[in-house]
Nanobody, 117 residues
Framework: QVQLVESGGGSVQAGGSLRLSCAAS????????IGWYRQTPGNERELVAR???????DVADSVKGRFTISRDNSKSTVYLQMNNLRPEDTAVYYC???????????WGQGTQVTVSS
């Protein structure tokens, strides 16, 4: 069974930090680009960060310098470290696995991040 499960969301004060986890089962990291996306009501889902099989990373300009994406292959988990959080970071954060062989996308159910001022 292929599955992504996000965790680590919560409520923090502005300037605080959170680390989100995306636990993957049935996913071969060597064939997948893993991305973190976020979405707020009424808005499109936007890419926050992604990591390739070769561990190259990209982060959105809006979070550059504050967020980092990483992977622990032994735990089949991808992380999103979020530092210096801002209220505008408030959103539901989703993990995505894109299989570049089949072009299939797998999504997790999301985890809520709320940043208060």
């Amino acid at each position: 069974q292929v599955q992504l499960v996000e965790s680590g969301g919560g409520s923090v004060q502005a300037g605080g930090s959170l680390r989100l986890s995306c636990a993957a089962s049935g996913i071969i990291f060597g064939f997948n680009v893993i991305g973190w996306y976020r979405q707020t009501p009424g808005n499109e889902r936007e890419l926050v960060a992604r990591i390739t099989p070769g561990s190259s990373t990209d982060v959105a300009d809006s979070v550059k310098g504050r967020f980092t994406i990483s992977r622990d292959n032994s735990k089949s988990t991808v992380y999103l470290q979020m530092n210096n959080l801002r209220p505008e970071d408030t959103a539901v954060y989703y993990c995505n696995a894109h299989d570049f062989r089949t072009r299939d996308d797998l999504w997790g159910q999301g985890t809520q991040v709320t940043v208060s001022s």
